[in-house]
């Protein structure tokens, strides 16, 4: 153990404070690992391992106060002092685990694959890292389909809302006896309704059909412009 006015630390094997196994203690009690210049109360240059860790064991941050400065969280930053994300409860107002990266935040997997990233436009991307809209998948030729919408349970649908600030105006998925539909929330009607026997039906409750025309005036109404209006070919 050696020491000064300013500082104690406790050498390397071969005498050498600065080798990664060195520690040193600043006189406003700052701990170095392999430096002999913490910028925190712990510092440690290099490699950080855990073993043998249990439920009851981890590394733990906490704020201060029990305020709305009881914010904790970890930093991550690059050799420069860059700030790249922040990990813990650092939003005053509640208690909730956040995870934010200052350029955006990228998921891989084992494989180097990406597999979702969100940006700082509040544009989240799967399977591409630039999101062209508050949603972007990207398929892959080797999958079943881009996109899937699962029925909890046998007699459950699975349906995909559309709404406006709040209130849901369409939706369309799987019925309760796995057909299909395309409901209009706004007059509280289906348009298009399907059956498993491959039955089609148009306003099957209300309304009218207009081919051709935006008003119709009957329950099918065909606006031909002059040409032949239906024509059936046997």
């Known amino acids: 153990v050696g020491g ?16 990664p196994s060195g520690i040193y203690v600043g006189r406003g009690g700052s701990v ?6 913490p910028q925190s109360l712990l510092h440690v240059n290099g ?35 860059t700030t790249v ?19 955006g935040l990228r998921f891989w997997t084992k494989l180097d694959s990406l597999v979702m990233y969100a940006d700082t436009n ?17 398929s892959r030729a080797n999958l079943a389909g881009t996109l899937k919408i699962d029925a909890a349970d046998t007699l459950a649908q699975a349906t995909i809302l559309f709404a406006e600030k709040g209130a849901n105006k369409w939706a369309m998925g799987k019925k309760q006896n796995n057909g299909f539909f395309l409901f209009d929330g706004v007059h509280l009607r289906d348009v298009i309704s399907t059956n498993t026997s491959g ?34 070919n046997n």
Do not use: C, W
């Open 4 to 19: 000064s006015l300013t500082s104690v630390f406790i050498p390397d094997v071969d005498g050498t404070v600065l080798q």
């Open 32 to 37: 170095g690992v392999g430096t002999d210049a």
């Open 47 to 81: 490699a950080i391992k855990g073993s043998g860790i249990s439920s009851t064991q981890y590394i733990e941050t906490k704020g201060t106060s029990n305020d709305q400065h009881n914010i904790s969280y970890l930093g991550i930053r690059k050799q420069d002092g």
């Open 85 to 103: 994300g922040l990990v813990g409860d650092y939003h005053a107002a509640d208690t909730t685990m956040n995870v934010t990266g200052f350029k």
């Open 122 to 138: 509040r544009r989240v991307g799967f399977g591409t890292d630039v999101p062209q809209a508050p949603v972007h998948i990207k």
């Open 199 to 232: 039955d089609l039906s148009l306003m099957p409750s209300a309304g009218s059909v207009g081919i051709g025309i935006t008003d119709p005036n009957q329950k099918l109404e065909i606006a031909n412009a002059g040409a032949v209006g239906i024509r059936i």
